[in-house]
């Protein structure tokens, strides 16, 4: 195996395995948000997952890019807010902590 490959291989291991909400928590914890959103887009059409587990981890990542300045990611989570009223309110925080308007992220 190649040194490129060794590194690939070492950063696929270190990725956590998010196996349930509390998983999911842990992962934002540690920094593994492209992680922990990608779990919850993968699991959010689950039976045993409904729009208000959808809405609630939409928000905890719309924190947590909020906090790392990624502001394109946290657009995405405003897209995912359940309803408009919540949409409105995540839209109106980014855009005042990221000085820019929504069309511009």
């Given at each position: 195996?190649?040194?490129?490959g060794e590194?690939?291989?070492?950063?696929?291991?270190?990725r956590?395995?998010?196996g349930?909400t509390?998983h999911?928590?842990e992962?934002?914890?540690q920094?593994y948000?492209?992680?922990?959103?990608?779990?919850?887009?993968?699991?959010k059409?689950?039976p045993?997952?409904?729009?208000g587990w959808?809405?609630?981890?939409?928000?905890d990542?719309?924190?947590a890019y909020?906090?790392k300045?990624?502001?394109?990611?946290a657009?995405r989570?405003?897209?995912?807010?359940s309803?408009?009223n919540g949409?409105a309110?995540?839209r109106?925080?980014?855009?005042?902590?990221s000085g820019?308007s929504?069309?511009?992220?």
């Amino acid at each position: 195996m190649n040194h490129e490959g060794e590194i690939l291989k070492s950063a696929v291991e270190q990725r956590p395995v998010i196996g349930k909400t509390s998983h999911f928590n842990e992962a934002i914890d540690q920094g593994y948000l492209n992680a922990a959103e990608q779990w919850m887009l993968d699991n959010k059409d689950k039976p045993n997952y409904d729009e208000g587990w959808l809405d609630d981890r939409s928000r905890d990542l719309f924190r947590a890019y909020r906090k790392k300045e990624d502001w394109v990611a946290a657009k995405r989570m405003v897209e995912l807010a359940s309803d408009e009223n919540g949409k409105a309110g995540r839209r109106q925080v980014l855009e005042a902590e990221s000085g820019m308007s929504y069309d511009e992220i």
